[in-house]
């Protein structure tokens, strides 16, 4: 897997506060470092795990890490989560609410891990990250946004003193993360806008966003993606082809090669697939459009084909 990186723009960040860009299939981790101790925003997918606990360990020496912070609990956000408690069974676990019993529970299903085809070691949870109120990282105190649309529960974090924002998903410099709740039938894009509106009215200077590095120009980034999304709102099949290609492409981030035979089946056994087959191309049977899928990423240079085996590219 390639060596994550310190973000670039750290001059530009608050005081104790590191972001490791981890690429597509973990998530960016913002640790930070301050007179309350030890946290982590966002902890990667489960592959990663050993990796995330190393990183971590490198970052703060002897000093334990406190708390565990989720923005969302997708699985390349959380997948940490369970490696991290392990190593530091003293640390808090806080997420956003609406999946409290989810969790303690563990549905699998309504976390969506199974109908992602993804993974996702269980973990326990501690308190929540209620919008409206604050949470102190770096010996600051940062607001919790609610930021539906990509997912329902979704929050981002804002520190008004330096006008820093962790974006997660809401906001990327060149668009958003698939809106899942659109794959189930659930309207949800009018909410990726009003997420949108409220990144705006915070107008942050400098943005850490979920996935790619650090970036400066929030106005340019919001125009990107109210472009896309005025495309998706347009033609829903366009998000759902969008769709399609994410959740295939993030296997094979996983697996980083397998054949196209072992792909297909574990499409067929991936209920979002399913549901995006029948809801936007029922017209073709689903193995023709996982294979014109497939095409397409191998077109764009995204997988690499070699007879009936599949490679990341």
């Known amino acids: 897997m390639p060596a994550p990186s310190t973000a670039s723009l750290s001059a530009q960040l608050p005081p104790g506060i590191n972001v490791l860009e981890r690429g597509w299939l973990s998530a960016n981790n913002v640790v930070c470092i301050g007179p309350e ?45 369970a490696a991290l408690q392990a190593h530091w069974p003293e640390a808090e676990t806080l997420i956003p609410p609406g999946q409290m019993d989810l969790v303690t529970q563990w549905d699998a299903y309504a976390l969506s891990y199974t109908p992602t085809g993804q993974d996702c070691p269980r973990f326990k949870v501690d308190a929540a990250l209620q919008p409206g109120t604050t949470v102190r990282l770096a010996g600051r105190d940062w607001q919790v946004h609610a930021a539906p649309g990509h997912d329902p529960h979704s929050v981002v974090l804002f520190e008004p003193q330096s006008v820093t924002l962790i974006s997660a998903d809401a906001l990327w410099e060149n668009g958003f993360g698939v809106v899942f709740p659109e794959l189930e039938g659930t309207a949800a894009f009018d909410e990726v806008a009003a997420t949108l509106d409220v990144i705006e009215r915070l107008a942050p ?97 995204a997988v690499i084909r070699q007879v009936d085996t599949l490679h990341n590219a």
Do not use: M
């Not at 929030?218 to 759902?240: C, D, I, M, N, S």
């Not at 295939?248 to 996983?254: F, P, S, V």
């Open 37 to 81: 101790g030890a946290a982590v925003v966002d902890t990667g997918y489960c592959t990663h795990s050993e990796q995330t606990v190393a990183l971590l360990q490198a970052s703060l020496g002897e000093q334990p890490l406190q708390r565990i912070l989720n923005t969302h609990l997708h699985s390349d956000h959380c997948g940490g989560n």
């Open 205 to 301: 200077r400098t943005v850490i966003p979920g996935h790619g590095p650090v970036f400066t120009d929030a106005p340019a980034a919001l125009a990107t993606a109210r472009k896309r999304l005025e495309g998706f709102v347009r033609q829903p099949r366009k998000h759902a082809l969008y769709a399609g290609k994410v959740l295939l492409k993030y296997k094979l981030l996983e697996l980083q090669h397998t054949t196209v035979t072992a792909l297909q089946q574990w499409a067929l056994a991936t209920p979002y697939f399913g549901l995006l087959h029948q809801a936007h191309f029922a017209e073709q049977p689903q193995e023709a459009w996982l294979h014109s899928l497939l095409d397409d990423l191998v077109r764009s240079g």
